[in-house]
Each structure stands twice: as structure tokens, then as C-alpha cells.
């Protein structure tokens, strides 16, 4: 059964950083591509980064380009997200999901972690 | 990298089918079909209930059901029941290999 536990969430000031992690289990973590998808309080899903198998390929969201950087550690079974110069409005719960096999070249998110919260606020 | 445009709301009773729309442009929805639909209650993870446009993942109910004409996808639920109350986003893949959600569709089972 597939499982995503993400954490490193917290409050922290505008202009800092953060790492989230998501820790894998259930499948075969190198096989599959990885996604960060971040939900705002009562607002809704924005899609924000995602990683390749391998890690060759990571494309973002323009909002995010330059300031946050995901990359993963297979042997580890875990993605990361690193979050800099962060901004009021990165505040949101983080959510890891997997790029399933049912698509495999549109990219569909078939599991996701139960999030993480990240608030930036002075 | 705008979002897909979708009601804020819809509604039904028990029994009916109502359809929600995400509309996109060339470079996303019409462009490929590589629409999904997540379902999300409130403080729980999405769901994902549809993909590539109209397939359903194993254990998703056939009362859910998606099709796609143009730049607009559709997500289709039938025979409502009261456990369908939550909320639905939609999902496209995009020209720039990057993915954009639909702003969110609130259902109401009166």
C-alpha cells in the first residue's frame, strides 16, 4: 500500500527558508516521478513542482521558479522541497503525490500524503 | 499558467446527476487528454476519481464518469448520494510540461 508522510512545516518569517520532505513507502520510490502540490487556507489546489524517477527532469510553477528546488534521494525514499526567500503567500498546507501509473506520459496524481502546513508570517 | 475555470458551486439531490465543467484553452485541456478529477473532503488529501479524460482508477464508483469536448472537460456524477458532498478540481497537463488544477467546485446533495 502506497504511504507519503510529509513534514518539515512550520511558521517562519518572510524572506527565510524551509525543507519539506516526503517520505515514501509501499512501492518502488525510483520508478516513479513526484509531485508537490500546495493548497492555501480555504482556497484551492495549486500544483508546484515535480521530479522525475531519476531526477533529470524537475519543472515548477512560475510562482515558485527560482526560489524553491525539489529534488529526491532514492536509496532514501524520500523528495524534498526547498523553499527560499519565502513569501507570505507560500502559506499553505504542502501535499507530496505520486505521479501513478495510470498515466504515464499526461502525469495524474494517484496517492498523496495527508500535507504538511507551512505559514510565513511576520 | 492559469488556473482551469470551474463553477464555484453545484448542486443536487439525492438520486440526480449533475456535470461540472473545467474549461482550459489550447495549451492544456484541448491540447491533450490528460484531464484528471480529484475529489477532496474537507482537511482530508485529495482523491483522484478520473484520468486521462474519462477512465476511472480501480475502486472509483461508475456514478463518475468524465468526457471532454474542445477546451472544456466535464466531470459527470450520477445517481447522487449524500457522500458525494465535498469538493472537485480538475487537473490538465499543459504545453510547458507543468500541470495547472481547476479553482475548485463545491458540491452540494440537497
Known amino acids: 500500500q502506497v504511504h507519503l508522510v510529509e513534514s518539515g512545516g512550520g511558521v517562519v518569517q518572510p524572506g527565510t527558508s524551509l525543507r519539506l520532505s516526503c517520505a515514501a513507502s509501499?512501492?518502488?520510490?525510483?520508478?516513479?516521478?513526484m509531485y508537490w502540490v500546495r493548497q492555501a487556507p480555504g482556497k484551492g489546489l495549486e500544483w508546484v513542482a515535480v521530479i522525475w524517477h531519476d531526477g533529470g527532469k524537475k519543472y515548477y510553477v512560475d510562482s515558485v521558479e527560482g526560489r524553491f528546488t525539489v529534488s529526491r534521494d532514492n536509496p532514501r525514499n524520500t523528495v524534498y522541497l526547498q523553499m527560499n526567500s519565502l513569501r507570505v503567500e507560500d502559506t499553505a498546507v504542502y501535499y507530496c503525490?505520486?505521479?501513478?501509473?495510470?498515466?504515464?506520459?499526461?502525469?495524474?496524481?494517484?496517492?498523496w500524503g495527508q500535507g504538511t502546513l507551512v505559514t510565513v508570517s511576520s | 499558467q492559469s488556473a482551469l475555470t470551474q463553477p464555484a458551486s453545484v448542486s443536487g439531490s439525492p438520486g440526480q446527476s449533475i456535470t461540472i465543467s473545467c474549461t482550459g484553452t489550447?495549451?492544456?485541456?484541448?491540447?491533450?487528454?490528460?484531464v484528471s478529477w480529484y475529489q477532496q473532503y474537507p482537511d482530508k488529501a485529495p482523491k483522484l476519481m478520473i484520468y486521462?479524460?474519462?477512465h476511472r482508477p480501480s475502486g472509483v464508483s461508475n456514478r463518475f464518469s468524465g468526457s471532454k469536448s474542445g477546451n472544456t472537460a466535464s466531470l459527470t456524477i450520477s445517481g447522487l448520494q449524500a457522500e458525494d458532498e465535498a469538493d472537485y478540481y480538475c487537473n490538465s497537463y499543459t504545453s510547458s510540461t507543468t500541470w495547472v488544477f481547476g479553482g475548485g467546485t463545491r458540491l452540494t446533495v440537497l
Open positions: 503525490a505520486r505521479w501513478g501509473d495510470y498515466s504515464p506520459n499526461g502525469g495524474v496524481f494517484d496517492s
Open positions: 486521462d479524460v474519462s
Open positions: 509501499g512501492f518502488i520510490f525510483r520508478n516513479y516521478g
Open positions: 489550447s495549451s492544456d485541456v484541448g491540447g491533450y487528454n490528460y
